[in-house]
């Protein structure tokens, strides 16, 4: 019996054991299985989470004091921002007897500057994130050396006054419209913005179609709006424009009343009669339009050199030539020539083309540009005429990517009575051509040369001699990309 007793604990001693070695190579295998999903699913979460891009700009700091305001960029929109929050350091605004319709004080202000490109009237967008929050702006003429001691004494004044309160009872009634009829208005809005904006290029192009016009601004300056100044008494939104010339700065106070108010979008430009063409980027291979990174500098202002568009990602659209002003354009992409135009907006307006439309050609292997602009003499290889304008364009397409390789192939219209001959004319022709290239700054040994073969030329003398074959072809010379960075 002792002995039974013995055997029943050392049986039980074991059971215990083992049992919680499997318990713990279970605990293990779970934990295991577990962290393995974990892992998974952050691997998941990895690949599918996308950082979401801010929903506002973040004020800087001090901005709502004079000594430190936003530069803004004239045409670029500057938002939406976050709500202004308080007046700074320094209240710069106080009205007085003298000075009655300025604000009586900053509630939660930010302030902006700009310096005006050319002359023309000037334009200021405002567009609110609530249209429950009371904004009101002044504009000011920068007057020089301690501009912003000036402005706080009441010194200067400004040469705009938007202080206008909202229409409580309009703004109530556009509120609290039923959910069926501002659906019903902002559907048939979207429609007529997109059929507006629906552009048919060409009859051999695809309709290009722009992104919606933006939302009307909430408050501003326009040409065509009639109030010359809105005082506090008035609930209007709008002021006329006013005059301005190129170099002149000027101050934005832009203030929201409104407590716990929200932020704002805000964009300056100058109103000329201006050349507003529709400027998109084509891929003829593909038949469709690509967006580039463009930038397009403005010479001729009192700055000397400004920059109109600086776009990572442009994807078509108008863009504002002023009279009297040239332009360098230069688009970029992978996989494509890039593309670099010098031009002046009067030769731009005397065409009266409403659409720049810039072909990109492809940097693959196999490309080919076919030229039928050029001349030779007569049975030579010697070329004539305006040849130098016809070439250039290629000169500046190959500069800018020195790792493209390509061929000159020679052309001849022949009617087949003395093939050898015409096979080494074309290819004489292409050896000029090719010359031509490396005076003009490309390294011959990224440039091979062919003429055309005995059986092209037999080809295309039967298509010449058939009526049905339409003559000659008009191509003289053709260039084809043969590979990058020494690579076949």
Not at 7 to 23: E, P, R, T
Not at 25 to 46: F, I, L, R
Not at 77 to 92: H, K, M, V
Request: hydrophobic content about 35%; charged content about 25%.
């Amino acid at each position: 019996m002792h002995k039974m007793k013995h055997f029943l604990v050392a049986f039980l001693a074991c059971a215990l054991v083992f049992g919680a070695v499997d318990v713990q190579a279970q605990t293990k295998k779970k934990k295991k299985s577990s962290k393995a999903k974990t892992e998974k699913t952050d691997k998941k979460k990895k690949k599918t989470e996308v950082p979401a891009a801010p929903a506002f700009v973040e004020l800087p700091a001090n901005s709502n004091d004079c000594l430190f305001p936003i530069n803004l960029e004239m045409d670029v929109p500057y938002g939406p921002t976050n709500a202004p929050d308080g007046a700074g350091r320094i209240q710069e605004i106080v009205a007085d007897k003298a000075h009655p319709n300025i604000f009586e004080r900053e509630h939660n202000s930010v302030w902006y500057k700009f310096t005006v490109p050319y002359n023309g009237e000037l334009e200021i967008a405002i567009y609110q994130q609530s249209p429950w929050d009371d904004y009101d702006f002044l504009v000011y003429k920068n007057t020089g050396n301690y501009f912003s001691n000036q402005v706080m004494l009441n010194k200067v004044s400004p040469v705009a006054i938007n202080m206008a309160n909202i229409d409580s009872a309009e703004m109530f009634k556009t509120v609290m419209r039923s959910d069926k009829e501002k659906a019903k208005a902002e559907a048939e809005a979207r429609k007529n913005e997109r059929r507006a904006a629906t552009t048919k290029l060409g009859d051999d192009l695809p309709p290009l179609d722009q992104p919606v016009a933006d939302s009307k601004p909430t408050i501003g300056m326009f040409c065509d709006a009639t109030d010359v100044m809105l005082t506090k008494k008035q609930s209007g939104k709008f002021i006329k424009s006013i005059p301005v010339r190129a170099g002149e700065e000027y101050y934005i106070v832009l203030d929201n009343r409104t407590v716990n108010g929200q932020g704002h979008t805000i964009k300056v430009s100058v109103h000329v009669n201006a050349y507003e063409p529709i400027v998109v980027f084509y891929d003829r291979k593909s038949r469709k339009y690509v967006d580039v990174n463009l930038m397009i500098l403005e010479r001729g202002g009192q700055g000397g050199e400004r920059t109109l568009i600086n776009d990572e990602h442009f994807r078509g659209g108008r863009i504002k030539f002023i009279p009297g002003y040239s332009y360098l354009l230069y688009a970029k992409r992978d996989g494509y020539f890039s593309v670099y135009r010098e031009f002046n907006s009067r030769t731009l307006m005397e065409r009266g083309d409403t659409i720049m439309k810039f072909d990109l050609e492809r940097t693959e292997r196999g490309s080919t540009f076919p030229i039928h602009d050029l001349d030779f003499e007569s049975g030579e290889a010697t070329l004539i005429g305006n040849y130098d304008s016809v070439l250039m364009d290629y000169v500046a397409m190959f500069r800018n990517h020195p790792e493209v390789n390509f061929l000159v192939k020679g052309y001849v219209q022949s009617y087949g009575l003395n093939v050898e001959a015409d096979m080494l004319l074309s290819l004489d022709r292409a050896k000029s051509v090719k010359n031509w290239f490396i005076k003009h700054g490309i390294d011959a040994t990224r440039i091979s040369t062919a003429g055309m073969t005995k059986n092209e030329i037999k080809r295309a003398a039967a298509a010449a001699l058939n009526e049905k074959g339409g003559g000659f072809s008009s191509v003289k010379v053709e260039l084809i990309i043969t590979g990058k960075d020494g690579k076949n």
